[in-house]
């Protein structure tokens, strides 16, 4: 590949959006939170009340879409039909939403399109769960990052305590969505042959992002 491509997959709650941002930031390159992309999916999906598991209901949909990204300032923000939704698309259930229909092949495609251009066009980090495995197989740099569940969990508590949901769901949840996301049969969560594994239950961010950082160099 021409341009310098970055992938960074791995579970919920990793820590792949911190890191991926840092990692652009460092590296001065264009951050592409793909979760972010089927998360406005399902935002959309939820707003207009869209059955899509209704083919005929979703097709349409997806045709209609409009889903960006655009820097205000250091940060990339998540539009649709030029309305920023970032503030929406974080929430506990839109996050499950967005697990169940990433699997859908009709999603993949849709959102397929845009994440090509984007490398086509700057030097990207992509976070994602099948960045380096089904969307760029090709790319020079690969990541798999991950953490004992039960940390990334903490993690996730940690972030959305003031939504009130108890650590014992948030745990559980983040059990499903593992197993749903390993094991489904469109472009499933797994590491890449030639993706790098980084363990960050014992690191903090700086260190992973110095750690990914190094071997960039050598790689």
Same mark, same amino acid.
């Given at each position: 590949?021409?341009? =310098? ?33 089927? &998360? ?7 707003? &207009? ?11 349409? /949909? ?6 960006? /990204? ?12 030029? &309305?920023?939704?970032?503030?929406? !698309? ?14 859908? #092949?009709?999603? =993949? ?26 969307? /760029?197989?090709?790319? #020079?740099?690969?990541? /798999? ?10 993690? &996730? ?7 009130? !949901? #108890?650590?014992?769901? !948030? ?5 499903? =969505? ?14 890449? #042959?030639?993706? !790098? ?23």
């Amino acid at each position: 590949m021409d341009r =310098r491509i970055i992938t960074i997959d791995g579970p919920a709650g990793a820590g792949k959006t911190t890191v991926s941002k840092a990692l652009a930031r460092e590296l001065g390159c264009v951050y592409v939170d793909t979760g972010a992309l089927y &998360r406005g999916v399902a935002f959309e999906i939820q707003r &207009r009340q869209i059955n899509w598991k209704d083919s005929s209901r979703l097709e349409p /949909f997806l045709d209609c879409l409009d889903l960006d /990204f655009v820097m205000e300032g250091r940060e990339p923000v998540l539009t649709s039909s030029g &309305r920023d939704i970032s503030a929406y !698309i974080r929430t506990h259930d839109i996050s499950m939403l967005a697990s169940a229909t990433s699997a859908v #092949p009709q999603v =993949r495609k849709a959102l397929l399109g845009i994440q090509k251009s984007i490398a086509g066009e700057r030097d990207a980090v992509f976070e994602g769960r099948d960045m380096g495995t089904a969307v /760029f197989p090709d790319a #020079p740099y690969k990541f /798999f990052l991950t953490a004992d569940v039960n940390v990334r969990a903490r993690r &996730r508590f940690e972030e959305s305590s003031a939504s009130g !949901i #108890p650590f014992e769901k !948030i745990l559980k949840d983040m059990v499903k =969505r593992d197993a749903d996301d390993t094991q489904r049969t469109v472009s499933p969560l797994k590491q890449a #042959p030639d993706a !790098i594994l980084i363990d960050a239950t014992a690191l903090d961010i700086s260190q992973v992002v110095e750690k990914m950082k190094s071997m960039i160099k050598v790689l």
